[in-house]
């Protein structure tokens, strides 16, 4: 697929260099321990592969918490920004503003840092709060937003199901929509005010394209870019 928008992204055509510019940076989150399809045909060493991985402990990247993936996987515990985050400082999937980092004066004792009425074991400021996202998803390792395209067929995972049911049945799990175990929540995209269009990846990890003055409904899915009447891409979606 990106071999057929690197025919379409040239220069000349802004909007669809930026579409492959964006397009090529939505990737699954990869976290390095996607489980692998697992079927009632696999091998008995590709079975123990995935098992381990299932329940191999790890600290969410998000939240700071333990988790594996047998007990964790679409449960949807964990929230995360499926957005960029602004040059103004603004997340563009929610318009929520990041801590800013706060100066703080210190100054290097013996490769250490050190300042007035602070514990010379620990460092002189606090470290930045994060703000929570506003998309629910699963417990991740990785900085990179899950997406639809990480959601996990059941036919992929069946010879895993009686552990996993054993954890927690999968029909129960709140990521559990049609025959899938989703790793991040469905919500409606995000449309600029002076958008013209809008690239999303729709529930079904396809990208399409919402025109607002004649789509109608704001759809389901995770926007990817953003362009004006002009065909500029847009920098700032609040």
């Given at each position: 697929?990106?071999?057929?928008w690197?025919v379409?992204a040239?220069?000349?055509?802004?909007f669809?260099?930026?579409l492959y510019r964006d397009?090529s940076?939505?990737?699954m989150a990869?976290?390095g321990?996607?489980i692998?399809?697992?079927?009632l045909?696999?091998e008995?060493?590709?079975v123990?592969t995935?098992f381990?991985?299932?329940t191999?402990?790890?600290i969410?990247f998000?939240c700071g918490?333990e988790?594996?993936?047998?007990?964790s996987m679409?449960q949807?515990e964990c929230?995360q920004h499926?957005?960029?985050?602004?040059?103004?400082?603004?997340?563009?999937?929610c318009?929520q503003y990041?801590?800013?980092?706060?100066?703080s004066?210190?100054w290097p004792?013996?490769?250490?840092?050190d300042?007035?009425?602070?514990?010379r074991?620990k460092?002189?400021?606090?470290?930045?709060?994060?703000?929570r996202g506003c998309?629910r998803?699963?417990?991740n390792?990785?900085?990179?937003?899950?997406?639809?395209d990480?959601a996990?067929?059941?036919?992929d995972?069946?010879?895993?199901?009686p552990?996993?049911?054993?954890?927690?049945?999968?029909?129960l799990?709140?990521?559990?929509?049609e025959?899938?175990l989703?790793?991040?929540?469905?919500?409606k995209?995000?449309?600029?005010?002076?958008?013209a269009r809008?690239v999303?990846?729709?529930?079904?990890a396809e990208?399409?394209t919402y025109?607002?003055?004649?789509d109608?409904r704001?759809p389901?899915?995770?926007?990817?870019?953003a362009?004006?009447?002009?065909?500029?891409t847009?920098?700032?979606?609040h």
């Amino acid at each position: 697929m990106h071999a057929i928008w690197m025919v379409l992204a040239s220069k000349n055509d802004s909007f669809h260099y930026e579409l492959y510019r964006d397009m090529s940076k939505v990737q699954m989150a990869r976290p390095g321990h996607r489980i692998p399809a697992v079927t009632l045909y696999a091998e008995p060493d590709e079975v123990q592969t995935a098992f381990e991985k299932m329940t191999k402990a790890w600290i969410c990247f998000e939240c700071g918490c333990e988790f594996d993936l047998l007990g964790s996987m679409g449960q949807l515990e964990c929230y995360q920004h499926p957005g960029t985050l602004q040059e103004d400082g603004r997340w563009s999937c929610c318009g929520q503003y990041q801590n800013p980092v706060r100066w703080s004066h210190n100054w290097p004792v013996q490769r250490m840092f050190d300042s007035c009425g602070t514990d010379r074991s620990k460092p002189p400021y606090q470290p930045v709060a994060r703000v929570r996202g506003c998309q629910r998803c699963d417990h991740n390792t990785s900085s990179a937003a899950f997406t639809h395209d990480d959601a996990m067929q059941i036919t992929d995972l069946s010879a895993l199901l009686p552990v996993i049911n054993k954890e927690f049945p999968f029909y129960l799990r709140t990521g559990f929509d049609e025959g899938v175990l989703r790793r991040c929540a469905k919500r409606k995209i995000v449309v600029p005010s002076n958008a013209a269009r809008v690239v999303y990846m729709d529930n079904d990890a396809e990208r399409r394209t919402y025109t607002p003055e004649t789509d109608g409904r704001v759809p389901e899915g995770m926007e990817i870019l953003a362009c004006d009447a002009n065909g500029d891409t847009i920098a700032n979606w609040h």
